[in-house]
């Protein structure tokens, strides 16, 4: 068996002690060792999606999804697939990854199931007879004749004639009693990836990097998840999530990515804005929390995002008059269009001694956010570490308001705050004090 699992001692030394035969058979055996999101899900679909992170274990089920299908091993196929296509970004791609690749086809097969490979034929045999034949996504036309009855698509998001390849592949899945076809991917917002998400035939599966730490160098989750974690980046190359961008929205996400920080300067003033829910009770919309403050330099720092949800007047209180102790800030801004005199008297019930200044919209919420907006396409706006609810619900404000029609209460919130530090000459002040939050 050439390829590695990542197993502990105990597991290591019970393999050792079994015959090479019996301890090769187990290893081999991949529903034993695969966690869950790595195995194909039950029903009747068509296309099984993998959207997974750098290094979280995808091309490996790819390729052990292949193997079953042609053994007709269950939970892969109730009969042997005697036709597959491989089809990656190029033909390089598809021999150097899904073929010769460390997870690839060859590494995890073992002895007797091993297919013989002819790279000047770019297939695979194997000793049943079955045939797979490796695609370059750069030359769809090549697609157009062969017959197939599974296919495994690697890295569609990056295929350079994607809609192309994907209908001459479709096309060629016409033999078998169930043709299927299994697409291992990282993430992005590609018309075509996002088509297939929406095809009732398609099941999905995700999956993150840190899932598979057993597997990677811990210097590897070290160095590169520690610090793309949370950002836009890191959640499509880390957690193999589709992160969408909107032309129209009025934050785009490579700015904030661009000023992002991971740790704030000293602070000169710090305030935590409070946009409550209409409505007073514990059923109630997202009641927006926000810090922020300006630093020594002079810039902005979004500090945290403490929104919460469905919460009573009391219990946002509560955790805005924490995040006011926690950042040391100079008072709570708050937004009283909803609440009127209740936001101050409850802030008061929770701790008398917190300031609260109200604050009053006499603007729509697109006209508001637009000067802040702007802050942050001058560069003078920074996020503390991330905060992907916050940027999700900022990079997916448009005119119309947010997608699905969601309330964009950390929006609001964030905008008060930031209007009151850097856009309001009448904003109350205090003495300046030095202080360093986090």
């Not at 996002?194 to 070290?222: C, H, Q, W, Y």
């Not at 160095?223 to 880390?238: F, I, P």
């Not at 720092?301 to 919460?308: G, Q, S």
Request: charged content about 25%; overall charge neutral.
């Amino acid at each position: 068996m050439r390829a590695c699992l990542a197993v502990d001692g105990a597991v290591a030394e019970f393999l050792a002690e079994l015959p090479l035969e019996i301890a090769e058979g187990l290893l081999g055996d991949w529903a034993v060792w695969a966690r869950r999101q790595q195995l194909p899900p039950r029903g009747s679909w068509t296309t099984w999606l993998i959207l997974g992170g750098r290094g979280a274990g995808k091309t490996r089920a790819g390729a052990e999804w292949v193997r079953g299908m042609v053994a007709g091993r269950a939970p892969f196929a109730t009969q042997p697939a005697g036709r597959i296509a491989l089809v990656g970004e190029t033909f390089a791609d598809a021999r150097e990854v899904m073929v010769e690749g460390v997870s690839g086809i060859l590494a995890i097969s073992p002895r007797r199931e091993r297919p013989a490979w002819q790279p000047s034929r770019r297939r695979l045999e194997w000793p049943n007879g079955a045939v797979a034949q490796l695609f370059s996504a750069a030359d769809p036309e090549s697609l157009r004749g062969p017959q197939f009855d599974a296919a495994w698509a690697d890295e569609l998001a990056k295929w350079p004639a994607a809609e192309a390849t994907w209908d001459m592949l479709q096309f060629g899945l016409r033999l078998g009693d169930r043709p299927r076809q299994v697409v291992t991917t990282t993430p992005r917002a590609v018309p075509l990836l996002k088509r297939i998400l929406g095809d009732k035939r398609t099941a999905v599966s995700r999956m993150t990097t840190a899932e598979n730490r057993g597997n990677l160098a811990p210097g590897f989750l070290k160095a590169v998840v520690e610090r793309y974690r949370g950002t836009r980046l890191g959640r499509q190359e880390l957690d193999g999530e589709l992160i969408e961008d909107r032309d129209d929205a009025l934050w785009a996400r490579a700015s904030i990515d661009r000023d992002r920080v991971a740790q704030a300067p000293e602070m000169m003033r710090v305030v935590v804005a409070v946009d409550p829910p209409a409505t007073s009770h514990a059923k109630s919309d997202a009641c927006g929390i926000v810090a922020a403050g300006i630093g020594v330099d002079q810039r902005a720092y979004v500090l945290a995002d403490r929104t919460v949800y469905r919460a009573s007047p009391q219990v946002w209180a509560e955790r805005a008059v924490r995040l006011y102790h926690l950042t040391e800030a100079d008072r709570l801004v708050v937004e009283v269009n909803q609440g009127g005199d209740m936001v101050a008297t409850v802030v008061a019930q929770v701790d008398p001694s917190v300031p609260v200044t109200p604050v009053r919209a006499t603007r729509g919420k697109w006209l508001r956010a637009e000067p802040v907006a702007q802050l942050y396409e001058q560069g003078r706006v920074s996020h503390v570490g991330p905060m992907a609810e916050l940027e999700d619900q900022m990079c997916n404000f448009v005119p119309a308001g947010t997608s699905g029609g969601a309330s964009p209460d950390r929006i609001d919130a964030l905008v008060w705050a930031l209007t009151v530090l850097m856009l309001c000459p009448d904003a109350p002040t205090s003495v300046p004090r030095v202080r360093r939050f986090g």
